[in-house]
């Protein structure tokens, strides 16, 4: 089992820029990748993006390409989400997740509230 707890959500005002933390326990050597997906209100829940445990390598959603920067220092466990130029599309409740080799998320967090005003 993996435990997911994000935090560093918040009110930030168009423009600004807010970093998000996903801090893994438990299980974490069986981690293969971490993944962002947020969900905004009456939307479905949405890719942002993900990097490999190990290797460091990344995708995004176009959505947040060249703005949104994902991260993660193994050290700590820690998976981070750098965000920059907000806009208030970019209003959701955002969740970390996890997931092993030839698995799907498996393990999610409980989501940390970003609110972009304009």
């Known amino acids: 089992q993996v435990q997911l707890v994000e935090s560093g959500g918040g009110l930030v005002q168009s423009g600004g820029s807010l970093r998000l933390s996903c801090e893994a326990s438990?299980?974490?050597?069986?981690?293969?990748?971490m993944a962002w997906f947020r969900q905004a209100p009456g939307k479905e829940r949405e890719f942002v993006a993900v990097i490999n445990w190990s290797g460091g390598s990344t995708t995004y959603a176009d959505s947040v390409k060249g703005r949104f920067t994902i991260s993660r220092d193994r050290t700590k466990n820690t998976l981070y989400l750098q965000m920059n130029s907000l806009k208030p599309e970019d209003t959701a409740v955002y969740y970390c997740?996890?997931?092993?080799?030839?698995?799907?998320?498996?393990?999610w967090g409980q989501g940390t509230q970003v609110t972009v005003s304009s």
């Open positions: 438990g299980d974490t050597l069986t981690i293969y990748a």
């Open positions: 997740a996890a997931r092993r080799v030839q698995r799907g998320y498996d393990y």
